[in-house]
Every structure is written in structure tokens, then in C-alpha cells.
């Protein structure tokens, strides 16, 4: 059972649709959504069928609401949010967390098999039938604890939304400059293929790493944007504090 | 003709090593190194030979004094920096940029055939001899002028040394926490991958494009480094001043 119908529950609801052992129930969505199949979108609490997990997907404000307004106690039931503990959800249901650790956009697909999943609960017993969903779709599944899970949601945000906003810049430059930014998309790729094998600190190249004071200089006077040349100052600074080993 | 012995030097060589129609007649190194064949190597400037193209692979400060070294006239000499202009090169000869936009470590293969190479000559009738030697290694060749180059190079920082620096960032966290760091490979990964079908700005997401206040202070809050938390607050703040098309 879906309750939500945004970018998650999408895509989780397309990732288990393949699965022969599992059955989405039904989908929770408070206006029709087209992602969906008709005959089991519910916009009603009281419409609810039973089913072994409820997984609510909506945004974290919203989560604490919903599950207050489940009609029914001591059933299964999770939040997939990163930055938000279990103990918000109602005590009245048996409670998780199904946190899947990526980044979704409405028009692109992804490959759930190798998401990995990052699972808490609050009892112990329960946490076998959420790893047993979890494995129909991912065959990365890990028990994740609370504390845990927000740190690697505060690092997700480094490595992808800050990371991404890094490529809108480098793009805005490449723009000004009527240069195509594909161009840069080999680059982009191999500085993220290489931490496969390198560590970040083995992989760190570049001119604040070399502490070459010239080109630093020549780069802050190339950007005209002064966000930009804020940005390339703290991360340049920044480079160069990091500890070596 | 390679002269230098560093990265971008080793990873040329052994792109034109695999080209039949190439030889590299000779290696310059000031002193002796292991991943170059003993017998094309050279130390001494006198003992260069002759060669259709001269590829300097100096760090940028040298580029001058060893291309005013050079002790022929007329032949083609380039350099392969992306902040320099060619102009930096001794007048004596022919003069252009062999520009690989791409990171290079000294333990990480690269597929050149991906790598863009740019290219400028001072005279347009060197391009085309430049030009087919790129062609030999790799399938995406580009005319680019110095101004777009240099503008390349900047954004080249941003989208491969800065983003590195924000996965170390990430580790680091993870690290903390005893949270292994191949569980965010995939979300890099994904990050990467976007792009190439959507734009930065389409492929955004995360809390500072929700402007969802409760999590960024919950994550300012959580992170225990200075310079971390300055560098979240920055690229949060840039993310929502992005204008919407």
C-alpha cells in the first residue's frame, strides 16, 4: 500500500509493479494522479484496504499528519524520508523507516536494483518483512539507524543536490561562453566513475590542490558573478585545509 | 614528441601508443621515469629530434621557459593547459593548445577515445595537422579559442574539483558515522548520469530547491564542521536564487 503520490511513490510504485510476489494494493492520492492505474487509486482514509506495509510517501511536514489519520492500529507502517525519525509517526501502528537512497525526478527512470535501501523499525520482528521487500527490489538493503540515516541524508545532499548545483554553474559558464556543456559531460562522468577506485582525497586534482595561486587568481577574475566567486573561494579554501594522510 | 613527464604527459603516451599511425619519438623528462620506454627518453634538450608536433605537458608556470629552450625554429610547439594562452609559447615556432579536458590520476586509466580535446592554432593552416592527430585518440575533437577555453577550465573546476571535494565532504560524514561510503556510489552515480538527459536545473532536487527550512536546520545543526556548515549554507542560498525559466 502506497499512501502518496509524488516522485517516490512513483517509482517505487513501478519498481514493485515488476515483481510477481508483490501486490500494490492500493495507491493513496488525494487528487487522481495519471501515474497510476485507476482501479486502485483511493483518495479516501476510509476506502483503506489491508495490507502487510503501509509506505507513506509524502513530503516530511505531512508525514506525522497522515499517519494520525490511518484508520486502523498495529499494522505495518513507514516513512521514506531521510531526515525524519520513525517516533513521528503515529504509536498507534507498528513503525519503520523505508528511506531509498536517491535522487528522483519525474522523467527519468531508474533502476531500483541498485538503490540501495536504508531500513529502520522500531521492533526487531518487524524489520524481516521489510527486508523482505526491500530485496524484491534493490539488492542493496541496509539496516540503517536513525542517526545514521540523517547523517547520510545531510551527505546525500552534498554529493547529489550540491553536486548538481555545481554542474547548473559550470553550465551557466559554458552558456555565457557559447560553448556546449556536453562537452564537459566526460568529466563529469569520470570524476564521479573514479571514486569507485580512488578515495576523494586520492582523487582530488586541480589547481587549489596544486596551491597554484596564479591560476586560482585568473579563475576568480574570470567569474563575474559574485555567488560564483564566493563559492570558488570557500570550496578553493577549503581543499587546501583538508588534512593529508 | 612529448615533452614533460606527469600525468597528462603518461596518459597521452599511452593513448598514442595504441595508434599505429603515430609515433612518439621521444619523451622528454628531466629525470628518468618508469612509464616511459628507456629508450625514447631524453633529458637533455639538445639531443631532441625531429617531429611534426611538439606536446608540452609542463605545469603551466614552466610552459614559457621551456618552450624558449627549444632549440629549433618554425615547427609546431602547443601546449596543453587550459588557463593559458598560446601566446606564452617562444614566437620562434608555430604555436597552439592541445587542450584534453579531463582528470587526470596517475593510477586511473582513461579511455581518451571519450576525453573532448580542444584545440587552437595561431595560424588556421596548423589546425588541420593538429586536428588529425586528435582524431587518432579520441572522437570528440573542438575548435575552441582561448577565451572559451579558459572558460572551460573554470567550469572544469567547478563540475569535476569542486564535486570531488563535496563527495570528500560527504565521506567525511559518512566516516563519522560509521556509514560506509560506496552506499552513496549509486546516488553519485545517478547525479552524473541525469544530466545527460536533463538539464542541472530540471535534474535538481533536495531541500533547498523545496525551500524546506525545518530540514536545512536540522542538517546545519547536525553537521559539527565550520567550514562544512558554511559551505551548505552558501550552496543552499545560491540554489534558491537560481531564476526560474
Redesign the interface.
Known amino acids: 500500500m502506497l499512501i502518496g503520490s509524488g516522485n517516490v511513490s512513483t517509482h517505487l510504485f513501478q519498481a514493485f509493479s515488476k515483481v510477481p510476489d508483490v501486490e500494490v494494493v492500493q495507491v493513496f492520492s488525494r487528487t487522481f494522479s495519471n501515474d497510476f492505474p485507476s482501479n486502485i487509486q483511493i483518495s479516501d482514509f476510509t476506502q483503506i484496504s489491508e495490507a502487510d506495509v503501509y509506505i507513506i510517501c509524502v513530503?516530511?511536514?505531512a508525514i506525522a499528519s497522515v499517519s494520525d489519520q490511518l484508520p486502523f492500529e498495529n499494522r505495518l507502517v513507514v516513512h521514506t524520508s531521510g531526515?525524519t525519525n520513525f517516533d513521528v509517526l503515529n504509536a498507534k501502528n507498528k513503525r519503520g523507516v523505508f528511506y531509498p537512497?536517491?535522487?528522483?525526478?519525474k522523467?527519468?527512470e531508474?533502476d531500483f536494483n541498485?538503490?540501495?535501501i536504508?531500513l529502520e523499525t522500531e521492533k526487531e520482528t518487524d524489520y524481516e518483512i521489510l527486508e523482505k521487500l526491500a530485496k524484491t527490489i534493490s539488492k542493496?538493503v541496509?539496516k540503517?539507524d536513525g542517526?545514521?540515516r540523517?547523517?547520510?541524508?545531510?551527505?546525500?545532499?552534498?554529493?547529489?543536490?550540491?553536486?548538481?548545483?555545481?554542474?547548473?554553474?559550470?553550465?551557466e559558464?559554458?552558456k555565457?561562453?557559447?560553448?556546449p556543456f556536453h562537452?564537459?559531460?566526460?568529466?563529469?562522468?569520470?570524476?564521479?566513475?573514479?571514486?569507485?577506485?580512488?578515495?576523494?582525497?586520492?582523487?582530488?586534482?586541480?589547481?587549489?590542490?596544486?596551491k597554484?595561486s596564479?591560476?586560482i587568481e585568473?579563475?576568480i577574475d574570470?567569474?563575474t558573478d559574485s555567488?560564483q566567486k564566493?563559492?570558488?573561494k570557500?570550496?578553493t579554501?577549503?581543499?587546501q585545509?583538508?588534512e593529508k594522510l
Open positions: 513530503s516530511d511536514n531526515s537512497l536517491q535522487t528522483f525526478s522523467h527519468k531508474v541498485e538503490i540501495p536504508c542493496s541496509n540503517i542517526n545514521q540523517k547523517a547520510l541524508h545531510v551527505s546525500a545532499v552534498f554529493v547529489c543536490n550540491f553536486v548538481n548545483h555545481l554542474y547548473h554553474i559550470g553550465s559558464i559554458c555565457e561562453n557559447n560553448i562537452i564537459l559531460q566526460p568529466l563529469i562522468e569520470e570524476t564521479a566513475e573514479k571514486i569507485k577506485t580512488l578515495s576523494p582525497e586520492e582523487a582530488q586534482t586541480g589547481p587549489a590542490l596544486r597554484d596564479k591560476t585568473k579563475h574570470f567569474l555567488t564566493e563559492i570558488y570557500i570550496l579554501n577549503s581543499i585545509n583538508v
